[in-house]
């Protein structure tokens, strides 16, 4: 990339965290895609979650190892790459606090953005020179969790970006994933593209049943340290049919190398 250009985009994102990637670069070294990173540090999202009951303590460590996984995920996928911690986030609600640091984005230059979130454990999965070729032919992006009530990836283009209806979606609600798809689609003026769907975890149940399942390699071992052998076998209630609305239920995503369009 241009020096120029780089530092023009590093002084325009100040204060954010630009996360800097040990690979090249995907495409051309002026890469016009960026991996939005928004977070909330361990320490706060530990307090929401809960995902350890009333041990808070555990909580934050939890979410120490859920934000290191995904940092790493992000940092490692070989796109320019900005954090946007919950200290460094403005607005009055999730929607606002999003739509927010993805016009930030765009301000700087860059002409595609990819948002992700840190709660996905699979995110070290993501095919995001996959996700950079779909973005580049005109399509936006969504990576559905489990449900199809959230979304655990948001990609779109600049064009494709309506600040105020984006950050009037209801983010926080188990409507979000088709308000989001109808949203996109009606700016994009194509269908977006859909990710494999992929599991988030956002409360007690979800972190044992990920434990059970022992698909999520070094995070797994990681948490299964954290927490202990009594916390990782106990007992995982059964699914049930109709999926809860959760307090937050926004940031994004992982993975498909087969892309597939609705």
């Known amino acids: 990339m241009d020096e120029t250009r780089c530092l023009r985009r590093r002084s325009l994102l100040s204060p954010y965290c630009i996360l800097t990637s040990r690979r090249t670069a995907i495409g051309t070294p002026d890469a016009d895609t960026a991996i939005l990173f928004f977070s909330r540090r361990p320490e706060r999202e530990g307090l929401n979650k809960q995902l350890v009951g009333q041990d808070y303590a ?11 996984h995904a940092r790493r995920a992000v940092a490692d996928s070989g796109l320019p ?17 999003l739509a927010n640091a993805v016009a930030d984005a765009f301000a700087a230059g860059y002409e595609h953005v990819i948002a992700v979130g840190n709660d996905c454990p699979a995110l070290h999965e993501v095919d995001w ?10 399509r936006p992006v969504l990576g559905p969790t489990s449900g199809h009530d959230g979304a655990y990836l948001i990609g779109l283009s600049r064009g494709q970006f309506e600040h105020a209806a984006f950050a009037a979606l209801p983010w926080t609600t188990d409507r979000l994933f088709p308000a989001l798809h109808r949203h996109l ?9 859909r990710l494999a769907v992929r599991d988030d975890v956002n409360e007690p149940a979800e972190l044992r049943a990920l434990l059970r399942r022992n698909r999520a390699g070094a995070l797994a071992a990681r948490l299964r340290r954290v927490l202990g052998s009594t916390h990782c076998t106990s007992h995982v209630p059964a699914p049930s ?19 597939s369009r609705r």
């Open 129 to 138: 020179a996959a996700v950079t070729e779909q973005l580049e032919a005109g």
């Open 81 to 97: 790459a900005i954090e946007v911690n919950g200290a460094q986030q403005r607005g009055h609600d999730f929607g606002a606090r």
């Open 241 to 259: 049919t109709t999926r809860p609305v959760l307090e937050r239920r926004s940031r994004a995503p992982p993975y498909s190398s087969l892309l």
């Open 185 to 193: 689609a009606g700016t994009a003026r194509a269908a977006p593209v």
């Open 58 to 68: 555990q909580s934050r460590r939890v979410a120490a190892a859920f934000y290191d």
